[in-house]
Each structure stands twice: as C-alpha cells, then as structure tokens.
C-alpha cells in the first residue's frame, strides 16, 4: 500500500495572497466569517494548504485548530491541489461490485499517489466518488467529467496515454 506524502509543494503568487488579503479584510469582521472566506481562499488557490490556513488564523485571530477542522469537516474544501486531469473512481456499490477497488488500486500504483493526492507534477489527482449515475456502465471512471465505463485494469494505461 503507498503512503500518503505531501506530493506537490506550495508555491502561491504574491497576487493571491493579496487578494486573500483583501477577503479576510472584508470579511474579518462578521459573524460566521470562517466559511465564506474558506471559500474566497480555495477559489483564489485552488485548495486550502496548511499555508494558506495559516495566513488566515494570523489575519482573523481564529485558531488554526478550528480552521483546520472546518476545512476538513465539509467535503466542498480540500487540502491537496487537484491535477490538471482529475480522475475520479466510481467506489458505488455497482461500480464496487464489477471491480472498480482493483481499477481504482491499480491508478494509485501507475501514478504514484493515494487518493486525495495529486502527482508531483500536477498532472493527475485522484480521487473516489460514491455514483455518478452510469451504473449500466459499471465499472466507471471520470477523468475531467469524461465518463469511462465497463474498464478493466488494462484499459488503463491507454486511457491516461491520452492525457499525457
């Protein structure tokens, strides 16, 4: 099994942080501030990196612990940059069923990464999902919301060969 690592450095520009900024000073002030600019944050980045929680914590005086838990607790934020391609495996029971865990085992293997991750060249992320409502196609995958269906794990590589 592979070990989750940090895959992908943080490198934001000097532009996002002021336009986070610039949000936290809008915001700051409010009652439930927290979400919307969580929100702000991982529009302008992308994600919300431990560098960027951090930033928010010294700007609002919220502590890190209670940030870190509100973006881990909602499922619309994520701590990891997603790729440029970014793959989502079918784990529903029909996609399960038909063997998308051997499909979704077998990218982890090719691209180096555990779900959640992206690959340090910010090519591919990974990711499982729970349905995507073509279960006649079972087992699926989407790679940027194009569907792939009834693979197999040999149709894998010619499949990311096309993203290359």
């Known amino acids: 099994m592979l070990e989750k ?33 969580l929100q702000k944050a991982q529009d302008i980045y992308g ?21 870190y838990g509100v ?27 038909k063997g998308s865990g051997d499909i979704y085992n077998a990218l982890m293997e090719k691209l180096g990464i555990v779900g959640g991750e992206c690959t340090p060249d910010g090519k591919f992320s990974l990711d499982a999902c729970r349905c995507v409502g073509a279960c006649g196609l079972a087992p699926v995958m989407m790679i940027n919301g194009e569907v792939y269906g009834r693979l197999t794990v040999d149709d894998i590589d010619d499949i990311l060969a096309k993203y290359e």
Do not use: H, R, W
């Not at 000097?14 to 979400?35: D, R």
């Not at 973006?71 to 069923?97: D, E, H, M, R, W």
């Open 47 to 67: 994600y919300l990196p431990i560098e960027v929680q951090k930033m928010i914590s010294d700007e609002t005086g919220i502590p890190m612990e209670k940030i």
């Open 71 to 97: 973006a881990t607790f909602y499922s619309q934020f994520t701590l990891n940059p997603k790729g440029k391609y970014q793959i989502s495996v079918c784990l529903g029971t029909a996609c399960y069923v």
């Open 5 to 37: 690592k940090e895959t992908v450095p943080f490198s934001g520009t000097k532009e996002q942080e002021e336009s986070l900024m610039k949000v936290i000073a809008e915001l700051k002030g409010e009652k439930g501030a927290l979400m919307p600019i």
